[in-house]
């Protein structure tokens, strides 16, 4: 048996979606990306949403765009990928890390003890899909007059009491790489429901370039217009940040199917939860509610970690680890400060094959493993 970690679910309806876009010759940013934009609008329920060619560059964009002064500060979780806090280093401000909760989201006490009058904004992750406590956090940050940003690369946007994830602060994030809950090779959206904030993100997303305002520079051109129409005028600096048609095509079959992946998912979970609800030492690293959440990751605290990884792998099983603590990283050294929550659960806690192609016969199997390890080990 050879289980993977993580696997984009694709089959002939992306396959045949890139057919047609290879039909047309026209693979960059095109018609598809516009179709793919609508139809995420219509999907989350927002004004807004730019596809990019990564959550990365969403999230670098999202905190540009807010156009923050040099060396202020960003709240940042310290137990989320490297994205979240490397946006806050290309914007040239500073990463103040707010320890994790028990829930391993961010924890709303450190967020208060760790904010100071220069912070501006905060980025929330909802980790593995589990909902931070915006409840708490949001009012918290629009009395403080913090913007919002929300990375929400492990979650699919579901509802959050009432709610979307990636629509309760000023600017939501999403990622499409090909491990997230739904792909496009690599990719990423920008979204949010005010107008101004991605005013300019057509021209970021594209070194500069407005196609649009072309029109408004014909104005002072005072030439023949007729022979203008590849004029086009930089205003600011942008990025090559934009998705292209391929992806888009890709991700617009994609979409079609959230439902479908969603109830896979919690299926998974569900057979997971019940699998293990017995043992002692090994249990789910929060309470999963798959019914009412998506979930990207599966994750169970273990103090054996180390064993357990080495004696999983032994039976063909692979694992994770999600995250080494940012506070950790060399990178981030000059920003450490005091996150011992994260750094002291992180070294209990194993994410477990969580994709949609997994069979109740591997999940079955996996969960066989962690009974003899239990028995074994423990
Ligand atoms: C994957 C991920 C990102 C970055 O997304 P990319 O599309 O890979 O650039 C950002 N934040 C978190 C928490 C992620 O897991």
Known sequence: ???RLFKPSLDNKELGAVKKVFNKSWIGMGNEVN????NWKKYLGCKHAYALNSGTAALHLALKTLNFKKNQKVLVPSLTFASSATCILYNQLKP???DTNQNYTMCFDDLKKKYTKDCVAIIIVHYAGNPAELEKIIPWARKKKLKVIEDCAHTDGSYYKGKRLGLWGDIGCFSFEEKKIL??????MICSNNKNVLKNIKSERWV???KNNWKSALNYLKKNKD???WFYEINHLGYKYNMNDLSASIGIEQLKKIKKFRIKRRNIINRYKNGIKSLKNIKPIFNYNPNKYTYWLFAISCERRDELIIFLKSKGIATGCHYTPLTSQPLFKKYKNNCNTSEKIMNKTIT???HLDLSDREIDYIVAQLKK???TYF
């Open 35 to 38: 179709t793919f934009e609508n």
């Open 208 to 210: 500069g370039i407005d």
């Open 96 to 98: 103040v890390f707010v």
């Open 373 to 375: 390890f239990e028995k």
């Open 183 to 188: 792909t496009t090779g690599d990719g990423g």
């Open 227 to 229: 022979a203008y129409h």
């Open 352 to 354: 477990l094959p969580l």
């Open 1 to 3: 048996m050879k289980i």
